[in-house]
């Protein structure tokens, strides 16, 4: 891995500020980047690695899964637990999570962890979509 680049102090100062931010505020910053500037967060393909362009499936090579809350379904309460189960955020903001679906509530998901997440949330009522 290559060196950490030199940051003035006004690159400095954004970096703290973004570290301060809890996983709402911090995917929220990350959607307006995307919307507003047209940038991505997501990892660039490295050239000459197969995939779909090599004859792969999409669904067959994808390896990291993003979970995402559709709708609370009528057992809020029991969504809100499950959801604060699975990012370890405090009841305020798992509510807020819920509350704003639809949300993407964990990224970059191994396929089993974001099947497992998925069947919790659905036995406990809400609609889940796996991207």
């Given at each position: 891995m290559s060196e950490k680049p030199e940051l003035s102090a006004g690159e400095k100062a954004v970096i703290d500020a973004l570290e301060k931010l809890n996983v709402i505020e911090l995917n929220n910053v990350v959607k307006y980047m995307e919307t507003v500037y047209g940038i991505s967060a997501?990892?660039?393909?490295?050239?000459g690695g197969g995939g779909a362009a090599a004859g792969?499936?999409?669904?067959?090579?994808?390896?990291?899964?993003s979970v995402e809350l559709a709708e609370?379904?009528?057992q809020k309460i029991a969504v809100i637990k499950v959801v604060k189960e699975i990012t370890g955020l405090g009841l305020a903001e798992a509510k807020a999570l819920v509350d704003g679906a639809p949300k993407v509530i964990k990224e970059n998901v191994a396929k089993a962890d974001a099947?497992?997440?998925?069947?919790?949330?659905?036995e406990a009522g809400a609609k889940v979509n796996l991207k």
């Open positions: 997501a990892p660039v393909a490295m050239a792969g499936g999409d669904a067959a090579e994808k390896s990291a899964f609370a379904g009528s099947d497992e997440m998925k069947k919790k949330l659905e």
